[in-house]
């Protein structure tokens, strides 16, 4: 099954009761059994729900997993991903990563006795130097979050292939329509649902993915125990949101790499961070793992200062200033202050993250209008 079709059919039965097209929303808490522990595979609906459960066989299929396992958000997807380890454990997680991941990491699970250490994943050697017997994780970004740096998922999961180490890939900004980690090696993946997978910027929610069988009770035994279930109103939006992923990711992308080309030939702008261009250091590895570069694009300005950030941030129309990413809309942020302002400041300098860096999620308008609106915002700084 090709993924333009796995979008759409993947998973998915017409209701049997009705034949409703749509997976039905089933907005119960409760299941009737005719005796006790004679049901029909549903008993408690933080347990089992059947919306759930066809959001998760359909993302299964989007990643070539074998299990997905959703959650009220990407961070409680997260959270259960950390719980597989034991205090004494070592993480190392790459150096530019999502603000609200670093924080989970730093600030919850580093008190209970796991160790964290944050390094560049470009140079796949000098990661492997950092593996210690004690290491069980390696955590990835790719395109990494808002630097747009590019690590070699099938690299890294041969350097740590005789370990007992689980490489869990965020694969939030590429979606599973551009790259699919699991089968380059990766034992998790986990996303974000509220960008890409939903698409739409009215659902919050997580999902993670395997086709580890251990890994996957493990993930459902913590979904169930720890409760951080999505409701089914919040899987029928994802489920809707999905059917046209392909479309969607595929006209941002479009649109990200003649935004991108623009920003690279304004005078306002010093640099520009987007994995399509050949100059890029991840350019070769993103052709090889990537179906296209993603829809997101950063950039620094020649005043590299907040204010003039703030200029800009304050004066586009059509890209709307506010946090996340992959909706239809485009949107701009400022990473510093928005999504990155739980990592110190001196943390974000050393991976290029300055007060002056703009991070856009690129939308599905009219690319002309979309170059226009940041035309405008440039002139002025």
């Known amino acids: ?74 961070l409680a997807a997260m959270d259960s991903i950390l719980k597989l380890l034991n205090p004494g454990d070592e993480v190392i997680a790459t150096d530019d990563l999502y603000g609200g991941s670093y924080r989970l990491m730093t600030r919850v699970f580093g008190k209970y006795g796991i160790k964290f250490q944050y390094v560049g994943m470009g140079d796949v050697e000098a990661l492997s130097q950092k593996i ?42 590429a979606s599973p329509y551009l790259q699919n980690p699991l089968d380059l090696g990766a034992g998790i993946v986990v996303h974000s649902a509220t960008k890409y997978l939903g698409g739409h910027s009215d659902v919050i929610h997580g999902v993670v993915v395997t086709k580890n069988k251990e890994i996957a009770e493990q993930i459902r035994f913590l979904q169930n125990a720890v409760g951080a279930v999505p409701g089914p109103q919040d899987c029928f939006l994802i489920l809707r949101g999905i059917k046209t992923l392909h479309i969607r990711v595929e006209r941002a992308c479009q649109n990200a790499e003649k935004i991108a080309t623009f920003l690279k030939n304004h005078t306002k702008v010093s640099k520009v961070y987007y994995p399509g261009f050949e100059d890029h250091p991840g350019h070769e590895i993103a052709k090889k793992q990537m179906k296209m570069f993603g829809g997101m694009v950063s950039f620094d300005l020649v005043a590299n200062d907040e204010s003039s950030a703030r200029k800009v941030l304050s004066n586009t129309h059509y890209f709307s200033l506010a946090e996340s990413l992959g909706g239809v809309e485009s949107l701009i942020g400022h990473p510093a202050n928005m999504t990155h302002a739980s990592i110190p400041r001196e943390e974000r300098l050393k991976v290029g993250l300055t007060d002056s860096l703009i991070r856009l999620s690129v939308g599905i308008e009219d690319v002309e209008d979309l170059i226009q609106d940041l035309d405008y915002a440039l002139s002025l700084v």
């Open 1 to 74: 099954m090709k993924f333009g079709t796995k979008v759409i059919h993947a998973g998915i039965v017409p209701d049997p009761s009705t034949g409703a097209i749509m997976t039905p929303i089933y907005q119960t808490s409760t299941y009737v059994q005719a005796a006790p522990g004679d049901h029909k595979g549903y008993e408690y609906a933080r347990t089992q729900n059947p919306t759930r459960h066809a959001l998760e066989d359909n993302i299964a299929a989007l990643e070539n997993g074998t299990d997905a396992v959703c959650f009220a958000s990407g």
């Open 132 to 173: 210690t017997d004690k290491t069980r994780m390696i955590w990835v970004e790719t395109p990494t979050n808002p630097m747009l740096n590019i690590i070699d998922i099938q690299a890294v999961c041969e350097a740590v292939k005789e370990k007992n180490i689980i490489v869990c890939v965020d694969n939030t900004f």
